[in-house]
């Protein structure tokens, strides 16, 4: 079974339509990370988490909500979505040691806006 | 404002032959320099990481290679391989928090 799952991998939506994508993950880490990525932009960071009880936002959270539910559980909402946020979305997990960070991605959800 | 610059978007490379991916970064405070390779329809996976105190790592065909000076970074994929078909980001981080920035990303194309 993949370590970190990603619910819907695949979404259209409508504008202005409320949507959440849920990810969880088996391995044991507390950081968690929502990403967007976009052709030519690379990834952006949208929201970080480095426990349950920490949320951050990252350079693109405008229009992005989350929550951490649980150590093993983070969640993207789109409180009103809108066509540019049409991209691929991505959660990772790490664990920092002394000699780096690995971030562990999943598969990811494609979601369109019409 | 992408705090790490990649070049070049895509690159196409023979069989066999090297592939080169350039990076640079403004801050200094960087010092954490990972790679991620990411194959069509999945999620990035570290590669190879490198720290500026040394100038050079190499993990079987991947090198990169570092100058702290000119604030550059680079992979070099060795004897490239068909399989070795994907896109590659580079990335930036503070070890305080490890939060990373990314690179653009480059698609590199092996021809057998």
């Known amino acids: 079974d993949a370590d970190v799952t990603q619910t819907p991998r695949n979404r259209i939506t409508k504008t202005g339509k409320r949507i959440m994508l849920e990810c969880s993950q088996t391995?044991?880490?507390?950081?968690m990370y929502w990403y967007r990525q976009d052709p030519g932009l690379g990834l952006q960071l949208i929201y970080y988490?480095?426990?349950?009880?920490?949320?951050n936002k990252g350079e693109i959270s405008d229009g992005y909500s989350v929550s951490r539910q649980a150590q093993a559980k983070f969640s993207l909402s789109l409180e009103s979505a809108i066509p540019n946020q049409t991209a691929l979305y991505f959660c990772?997990?790490?664990?920092?040691?002394?000699?780096?960070?690995?971030?562990?991605f999943g598969p990811g959800t494609r979601l369109t806006v019409l | 404002q992408q705090q790490v610059k990649q070049s070049p978007q895509s690159l196409i490379v023979q069989k066999r032959g090297i592939s080169i991916i350039n990076c640079a970064y403004e801050?200094?405070?960087?010092?954490?320099f990972p790679w991620y390779q990411q194959f069509p329809g999945k999620g990035p996976a570290l590669l190879i990481a490198?720290?500026?105190?040394?100038s050079e790592k190499k993990e079987g065909r991947f090198t990169i290679s570092f100058n702290k000076s000119a604030k550059q970074f680079s992979l070099h994929i060795m004897d490239s391989q068909p399989g070795d078909s994907a896109t590659y980001f580079c990335?930036?981080?503070?070890?305080?928090?490890?939060?990373?920035?990314f690179g653009a990303g480059t698609t590199v194309t092996v021809r057998a």
């Open positions: 990772a997990t790490s664990d920092p040691t002394g000699i780096g960070d690995t971030q562990y």
């Open positions: 391995k044991g880490h507390d950081r």
């Open positions: 988490s480095f426990d349950v009880k920490d949320i």
């Open positions: 801050n200094t405070a960087f010092d954490y």
């Open positions: 490198i720290r500026p105190d040394v």
């Open positions: 990335a930036a981080a503070y070890s305080n928090d490890y939060k990373l920035s």
